[in-house]
């Protein structure tokens, strides 16, 4: 089996979390694990739930019921639970005095929270919200930087049995209205401001602008984090303490829900049509992040998870109520990574000593243009596990990653599910050898395959990524429009979840993706993925990051576009480019045009978003540009020069 690049020790397999399951049911390897969490999944949903010791306030009578379609699952019947009693209550008192979270904002100030002061901000927060009328089923808008009374907000809501919406810190009145107007949220709690790259976010202004636009709003809750000067609405502005502080409060006591009661609706943007709220209910959550926070990134007691991440992107709230669950310490971070210099991220590791790190491809190509020297200064060793989500790896930066944050020690879970999920179809274990830019294989309880267009299993090739079995994260339909979520993921082939990505099972059983299948390029009948082409361009030692398209073309039927950033000192060499393109991926797929830029589009969780290159490239109307952190970035993308006329 050739390029693998780590392998886990005898030790390490014997100390992690999954080989205590493992332990308990008989199995003694990789293979068999994963044949057996897919091969009677109500079998291992159960044991997951004993393994990871949950809580039930009423105890489920059977995991599962597909009597109306597997779309439409119901799981863990009967059962009665919250997501609260197991990432809070379960540890008081025993790890009561225990950090439940660390916060540091950009400008380097600096709080913690235990898990006993978290849980009593939370239940006096419960309190305030039940005082305000707020009651099981109401939803509440969470529009908050990345604060420890952020996260106090999200477990009061959950606890009382309201629904959590997290909206993107980043976003505009416009897409923040729609998404609350869309759900009726009665409350939104925001912040007077936030830092991002040294300047103050007004997100009290976009809050104000929305909340205008919010029919069932009556009441918007503000975090002073900043201090900066703020337009007040008397009749529906509360500051923060004012907002808990009303009265005596009350024993927190955490409703105990359904299994399958809403807890989050989580919006996400598709490539057509307006934002689709997904649905995730407390017994959902509860299994699918706990598996993966537990067996996937071997989370435990004494470890310090850092995502880079906001609480409206999925990964935020995972994070909270994955490391919480196992009792641990999360890491929240306001700002860019890189600022003020180059070193930030790298000096919050060492001075927290932070054991998780989870970060994105496109993250890693920013903070390794400024070379080894920010990495060199600073004491990683506390690192026992990196991560990694949201688009496809290049080889070069994934061995960066590996070699110079994880000193070639450290495995890279690089996961992939989505929003939809709120987890993973394809995630690596800490006890299996990994080859560069590999997923590794399905996530545990995930019956994952590859198909061709006719819907056969493929291997060595690359084509489309489904699921044949239903998992209990799954959405619960789209908020509002339950036909839509049948047409996007229900209708490609019968019973089968169809996810939109290119995937590739190699010789050796190593799984990988290669970019969204609705971003695939049809080039003189030949179908590439933009990731292949970044990837080849990526590779090349003048490229920094890089973004392809496809544009329509006479003769081709697609035409590819690609643009670039260099390294510095680099000359733009766009001969070079093309001809290193034709000679990994053949002739067929020669860009017809190369264009060098200072930056890309990208959103706060760094991924490029081609949709707004292709489209002003295009010359067509730009949309949504809401989650856009640098919008500025499209006024270098030219606009498609026209054929010039032929003279008569």
């Known amino acids: 089996m050739g390029n693998v690049v780590w392998s886990p020790s005898k030790t390490l397999i014997k100390k992690s979390n999954i080989y205590r399951l493992m ?31 949950i809580q039930w306030d009423t105890p489920y009578e059977d995991v599962l019921d597909s009597s109306d379609g597997k779309p439409w699952t119901k799981w863990f019947i009967g059962g009665r639970t919250n997501i609260v009693t ?7 008192p025993s790890r009561s005095n225990e950090t439940a979270l660390i916060w540091e904002g950009e400008d380097q100030d600096i709080r913690t929270a235990t898990y006993l002061e978290l849980n009593q901000e939370v239940c006096r927060l419960a309190d305030a919200l039940q005082k305000e009328g707020i009651m099981k ?30 909206i993107f810190s980043g976003f505009a009145a416009g897409p923040l209205a729609a998404r609350l107007r869309h759900a009726e949220a ?32 009556r009441r918007v809750v503000v975090l002073p984090r900043l201090g900066n000067k703020i337009a007040w609405n008397t009749s529906r502005d509360s500051w923060y303490r004012d907002f808990i502080d009303q009265g005596p409060t009350k024993k927190g006591v955490t409703l105990p829900v359904d299994a399958e009661t809403p807890a989050l609706i989580l919006y996400t943007s598709g490539t057509t049509g307006p934002p689709k709220g997904c649905v995730h209910s407390h017994g959902g959550c509860i299994s699918q992040i706990g598996k993966e926070l537990a067996y996937h990134f071997d989370v435990k007691p004494s470890d310090r998870f850092f995502w880079l991440t906001d609480i409206g992107w999925m990964m935020g709230p995972w994070m909270l109520i994955g490391v919480h669950m196992q009792g641990g310490t999360a890491f929240l971070y306001e700002g860019a990574p890189n600022h003020p210099k180059p070193d930030r991220l ?13 970060i994105s491809p496109t993250a890693i190509r920013v903070l390794m243009r400024a070379d080894d020297k920010p990495v060199t200064r600073h004491d990683l060793s506390s690192l026992r596990i ?40 394809l995630a690596p274990l800490p006890i299996t050898a990994l080859k560069p830019s590999t997923l590794r294989g399905p996530g545990l309880g995930m019956d994952i395959d590859v198909f061709d267009d006719a819907g056969n299993p493929v291997r060595g090739k690359t084509g489309h990524l489904v699921c044949k079995q239903p998992a209990p994260s799954m959405t619960r339909g789209f908020w509002k429009d339950r036909e839509r979520y049948l047409s996007t993921y229900w209708s490609r082939w019968p019973n089968t979840w169809f996810h939109g990505d290119w995937a590739r099972v190699d010789q050796d059983g190593y799984w990988f993706l290669h970019g969204r299948s609705d971003d695939t390029m049809n080039v003189a009948g ?20 890089a973004a392809a398209i496809g544009v329509p073309d006479a003769l081709k039927g697609t035409a590819i576009i690609c643009f670039v950033i260099l390294k510095p000192d680099y000359p733009p060499d766009t001969i070079g480019l093309k001809s290193e393109i034709v000679r990994v991926m053949g002739k067929t797929f020669r860009p017809n045009a190369i264009n060098f830029v200072s930056q890309l589009p990208k959103t706060r969780s760094a991924k490029i978003v081609r949709r707004l290159i ?11 540009l809401a989650s856009i952190e640098n919008p500025a970035a499209l006024e270098e993308i030219p606009v498609r020069p026209r054929p010039s006329s032929k003279p008569r």
């Open 23 to 53: 332990q308990r049911h008989q199995i003694d390897s990789y293979a068999e694990l994963i044949t057996w969490s897919i091969s009677d999944i109500s079998r291992f949903w159960n044991a997951v739930m004993v393994d990871l010791d």
């Open 86 to 92: 197991n990432c809070l209550d379960r540890h008081i």
């Open 137 to 166: 089923g109401d939803t509440v808008g969470i529009y908050m930087p990345m604060t420890i009374e952020m996260v106090a907000v999200f477990y009061a809501s959950l606890k009382i049995g309201a629904i959590c919406i997290p």
């Open 186 to 217: 009665k409350i939104l709690f925001t912040a007077d401001g936030t830092l991002r790259r040294g300047k103050i976010i007004e997100i009290k202004r976009s809050a104000d602008e929305a909340a205008d636009h919010i029919p069932s709003l």
């Open 346 to 358: 790298w000096e919050m590791i060492d001075r927290h000593q932070i054991t998780h790190l989870g």
């Open 386 to 425: 990196l991560g990694s989500t949201g688009e496809p790896w290049d080889d070069e930066s994934y061995l960066w990653f590996f070699e110079k944050i994880g000193n070639k020690q450290l495995p890279i879970i690089n996961i992939s599910g989505g929003t939809e999920i709120i987890g993973c179809f």
């Open 526 to 545: 030949r179908r590439v993925g933009p990731a292949e082409i970044e990837s080849v361009l990526i590779s090349h030692p003048s490229v920094s990051e």
């Open 614 to 624: 292709r489209a002003k490239y295009l010359g067509k109307p730009l949309g949504d």
